[in-house]
């Protein structure tokens, strides 16, 4: 049975469009979550706490396929409900936490990345700095009695930047902080003045893309520049300033950590464990608020003794998994989730809801029927290799490809897609028609 969906055009073509592409959609995750609601109302809780006054750091472990991305997709989603200001990278062989000029790229890819509820596409740097002047302008305004904003008024122009000096003064005693109030005055400056060009060279700073301190200091009269060495620190500056301007905190989604478990050399990626300890320090030990840190890697970069966490003994003590958690009985609290991947029970739900947000999308009906899915499934299982290759993602976006081609081809023999023939000997597959509790 098709089911009626309650589903916005933006959203359905979102989970369409990446879904069939083989990535996880930006926007619209409720409508295609299933088998992780455990994951989820955790991740409510930690944001809940993150908004409290704490930071938290999780780490997403699993094999390919099951689920980190989505889990952090989950996150971004999540997080920019409940007025976080949210980023987002994929560490590679140039982005990493530590050295070697390849830290300096990840900050920038984060910084360029933030996203907020109402701009969920990333890009959202200017607005940030935009939503800070019009606070400070309201509140003169209001603290000062004045009837409309006017930068004709002189008084009014004092008073502003009297009040810029205060709401930045905090910063100040922050490792980066004085500097980052200063690009913050400046681009004050800039606004009340209509000077695009300084505005353009405060964001510049902001995003770290000065190459040198002589660069930025005949541009901007600043003493410093954001760096390989000191960008954690100004990431914790920046955390104050989106809690300053009324938002929950930061979230920084960090991606394919096996990337970093692949790092050849030792000592550069002892370096780069060292940067996850500092930042799980922090968070736990209460040393900077508004943080809520993700890490998505295998169990590989966790586990592994010689290569993985596990090989820096500091990690290895705070990141082992509670040895009574079981695949039934799980402790969703700790800083490592393991997740498991969807039951073919679970599948099953989950190519129902694309089947339904297919044919609402594109007003048709359906005339898929649920042991057709079953049968679909089954056959994908039944693959030389599918256990250890096929994933979930893979699946979906097959499942999609069929649903494209039956949308455009009705008079299609739908054996060829469907072929009970093949799959019906439950004789010769009984492993895995056995694994459907389905009727």
Not at 8 to 18: A, F, G
Request: one cysteine or more; hydrophobic letters at 35%; aromatic letters at 10%.
């Amino acid at each position: 049975m098709v089911l009626v969906l309650r589903i916005k055009k933006r959203d359905s073509i979102s989970i369409l469009e990446s879904l069939t592409g083989g990535v996880v959609p930006p926007r619209g995750l409720h409508h295609i979550m299933v088998g992780r609601t455990q994951e989820a109302e955790q991740i409510l809780k930690d944001l809940q706490n993150v908004q409290a006054g704490s930071s938290m750091i999780k780490f997403f472990i699993g094999d390919y396929g099951s689920g980190k991305s989505f889990m952090q997709g989950l996150v971004k989603q999540v997080g920019l409900e409940k007025d976080f200001v949210v980023t987002q990278a994929d560490f590679t062989t140039n982005k990493r936490l530590n050295g070697g000029g390849y830290a300096l790229p990840l900050y920038t890819e984060l910084i360029n990345n933030l996203s907020i509820k109402t701009f969920p596409e990333g890009n959202a740097l200017s607005i940030l700095m935009d939503e800070w002047i019009t606070q400070i302008q309201k509140k003169v305004k209001e603290e000062g009695n004045y009837t409309k904003i006017d930068f004709s008024n002189l008084d009014f122009v004092k008073d502003i930047e009297k009040k810029v000096v205060s709401e930045v003064v905090e910063m100040d005693t922050l490792a980066g902080g004085y500097d980052f109030s200063h690009i913050l005055n400046i681009y004050f400056k800039g606004f009340i003045e209509e000077d695009i060009d300084i505005q353009r060279k405060a964001l510049r700073w902001l995003r770290g893309e000065y190459g040198t301190k002589t660069e930025a200091r005949k541009d901007l009269g600043v003493r410093n520049i954001i760096n390989d060495d000191n960008y954690y620190s100004y990431l914790k500056v920046f955390v104050q300033f989106v809690k300053q301007i009324g938002y929950s905190g930061l979230v920084i989604n960090l991606d394919e950590a096996v990337n970093l478990y692949k790092i050849n050399h030792p000592l550069s990626r002892e370096r780069n464990y060292e940067t996850i300890l500092s930042i799980y320090n922090d968070c736990l030990q209460g040393t900077v608020e508004g943080f809520y840190f993700t890490f998505s890697g295998t169990s590989d970069f966790l586990k592994d003794d010689r290569r993985g966490l596990y090989s820096y003994g500091a990690l290895r003590r705070r990141l082992e998994v509670n040895r009574y958690e079981t695949e039934e009985h799980r402790d969703l609290s700790q800083p490592v989730i393991q997740l498991i991947p969807l039951k073919q029970e679970e599948l099953f739900v989950l190519l129902q809801r694309v089947r339904d947000i297919h044919a609402h999308h594109y007003q048709y009906q359906s005339n898929i029927e649920d042991k057709e899915i079953k049968t679909f499934i089954i056959q994908e299982f039944s693959l030389p290799g599918a256990e250890q290759y096929t994933t979930v993602g893979h699946i979906i976006k097959r499942f999609l490809d069929a649903l494209n081609i039956l949308m455009s081809n009705p008079s299609i023999d739908r054996q060829q897609i469907f072929n009970k023939k093949d799959i019906q000997s439950e004789e010769e597959k009984p492993d895995i028609m056995d694994r459907f509790s389905i009727t």
